[in-house]
């Protein structure tokens, strides 16, 4: 997905033909928060993510992934960091899974 998080959740809702009333009643967000989130003003609420997925019938996996890439890349690129964050991170994650299957279900 090129576009960012609240414009692909934008051009989803009106393709279905749902106003921002409709689908922030769906959600549990007001119209107002659900513009916000559209226009980039406002960040889109983790927790909403299974409930986005069921209302577009979309796959959460995938929905999950294009989320937390955004996060990443928007926190990398505020921060001023090389892209070089990515592959750093990426290792970290492969480190904590050895972790969590050797210790058991590791806390963060």
């Given amino acids: 997905m090129k576009q960012l998080f609240g ?3 934008k ?3 009106t393709e279905k033909g749902f106003t921002l009333t409709q689908l922030g009643a769906k959600l ?3 119209s107002a928060n659900l513009s916000k ?3 980039g003003k406002r ?3 983790e927790k909403k993510l299974e409930s986005l997925a069921e209302i577009f019938e979309l796959n959460y996996e995938t929905l999950k992934t294009e989320f937390f890439a955004e996060v990443f890349a928007k926190k990398i690129y505020n ?3 090389s892209t070089e964050a ?3 991170a990426e290792e970290k994650v492969k480190y904590l899974r050895q972790l969590n299957v ?3 279900k590791l806390e963060l």
Wanted: include cysteine; hydrophobic fraction near 30%; aromatic fraction near 12%.
């Fill in 28 to 30: 549990g967000i007001d």
């Fill in 37 to 39: 989130i559209e226009n």
């Fill in 11 to 13: 051009s989803l809702r």
């Fill in 86 to 88: 990515f592959t750093v």
């Fill in 102 to 104: 050797k210790q058991g």
């Fill in 79 to 81: 921060s001023n960091c």
């Fill in 7 to 9: 414009q692909y959740i």
């Fill in 43 to 45: 960040d889109f609420d």
